[in-house]
């Protein structure tokens, strides 16, 4: 529950060391990252690390910038100063089709499925980023095609046993109810084996009973898979449940990083959401 700084947060928070300037080596660092539109300051030199393996939670009120801070990472907008570092690599200049061969996944918040393909070509599709077969080998169905074909088809298999999708597998998307959806789109990220799954307001339009599912399925990739998710949602019950640490932002500004014991607490955090003085 929201509330001041009590000293049970705050010795909760001791707990917690940032990777900056830590022993462990981060996966991604975002360091001093600064974007504006206009005159509108989006983000404002933002930085925080997330630890390999960590669940990595962002939080803030509409328009603080988070879904412009993954758009970052994705590179689908550029970032007028700072850097972002995956496993040490700068990522600010490269192609946008080179983020998902890196090692980076993306679900978006308003669904971007192919609705009238099959649940199993629509995850199919994020496997695609793996393979390394040219034209020419699809179309003489030369051995490399075929194994990577075979390769792809097990683990779309394996995913859509995973998520619970097997009879839906050759239904068309369109034809599922949203929640439904939203595992496919899960699936699809998942499909193109990322290192950094980037998880953008998963829980949106859920029930009470799928955001319990929802809660549970991102623990289980995170420990199946051995993935480290940076997760963006606004269902607070979620996201301090199932976060090993919290960044918060408000106006494009961190105003608070930590354990979510003490994230939750933070007086800026409250004020930001709250208005309390």
Same mark, same amino acid.
């Given at each position: 529950?929201?509330? =001041?700084?009590?000293?049970?947060?705050?010795?909760?928070?001791?707990?917690?060391? +940032?990777?900056?300037?830590?022993?462990?080596?981060?996966?991604?660092?975002?360091?001093?990252?600064?974007?504006?539109?206009?005159?509108?300051?989006?983000?404002?030199?933002?930085?925080?690390?997330?630890?390999?393996?960590?669940?990595?939670?962002? !939080?803030? +009120?509409?328009?603080?910038?988070?879904?412009?801070? =993954?758009?970052?990472?994705?590179?689908?907008?550029?970032?007028?100063?700072?850097?972002?570092?995956?496993?040490?690599?700068? &990522?600010?200049?490269?192609?946008?089709?080179?983020?998902? +061969?890196?090692?980076?996944?993306?679900?978006?918040?308003? &669904?971007?499925?192919?609705?009238?393909?099959?649940?199993?070509?629509?995850?199919?599709?994020?496997?695609?980023?793996?393979?390394?077969?040219?034209?020419?080998?699809?179309?003489?169905?030369?051995?490399?095609?075929?194994?990577?074909?075979?390769?792809?088809?097990?683990?779309?298999?394996?995913?859509?046993? =995973?998520?619970?999708?097997?009879?839906?597998?050759?239904?068309?998307?369109?034809? &599922? +109810?949203?929640?439904?959806?939203?595992?496919?789109?899960?699936?699809?990220? &998942?499909?193109?084996?990322p290192k950094l799954l980037l998880l953008d307001e998963p829980a949106a339009g859920l029930n009470h009973e799928e955001l319990g599912d929802l809660a549970r399925m991102i623990q289980e990739i995170r420990e199946r898979f051995r993935i480290t998710i940076l997760l963006v949602e606004h269902h607070m019950s979620l996201v301090m449940g199932i976060s090993d640490k919290v960044v918060a932002l408000d106006f494009g500004r961190?105003?608070?990083?930590?354990?979510?014991?003490?994230?939750?607490?933070?007086?800026?955090? !409250?004020?930001?959401?709250?208005?309390?003085?």
């Amino acid at each position: 529950m929201l509330g =001041f700084t009590d000293t049970a947060a705050v010795a909760a928070h001791l707990s917690y060391v +940032p990777a900056r300037g830590g022993l462990v080596t981060p996966l991604l660092e975002v360091d001093q990252v600064a974007v504006s539109f206009g005159g509108i300051v989006a983000l404002d030199r933002v930085s925080f690390d997330v630890v390999t393996g960590e669940i990595c939670g962002l !939080i803030g +009120p509409n328009g603080a910038g988070k879904t412009t801070l =993954f758009n970052c990472l994705s590179r689908l907008y550029p970032v007028h100063s700072g850097d972002i570092r995956f496993e040490g690599r700068s &990522l600010i200049r490269m192609a946008k089709h080179a983020i998902a +061969p890196l090692g980076i996944g993306r679900t978006f918040q308003n &669904l971007a499925l192919f609705r009238s393909m099959s649940v199993r070509r629509n995850i199919m599709v994020g496997g695609h980023c793996r393979t390394r077969s040219s034209f020419i080998d699809n179309a003489f169905r030369l051995p490399i095609a075929a194994r990577e074909e075979t390769t792809l088809n097990e683990r779309v298999g394996d995913l859509l046993a =995973f998520l619970k999708l097997d009879a839906q597998a050759e239904i068309p998307v369109s034809a &599922l +109810p949203f929640g439904l959806q939203k595992r496919v789109e899960l699936g699809r990220a &998942l499909a193109a084996a990322p290192k950094l799954l980037l998880l953008d307001e998963p829980a949106a339009g859920l029930n009470h009973e799928e955001l319990g599912d929802l809660a549970r399925m991102i623990q289980e990739i995170r420990e199946r898979f051995r993935i480290t998710i940076l997760l963006v949602e606004h269902h607070m019950s979620l996201v301090m449940g199932i976060s090993d640490k919290v960044v918060a932002l408000d106006f494009g500004r961190k105003i608070a990083e930590g354990t979510p014991a003490y994230v939750q607490q933070h007086p800026d955090v !409250i004020r930001a959401y709250l208005g309390a003085t």
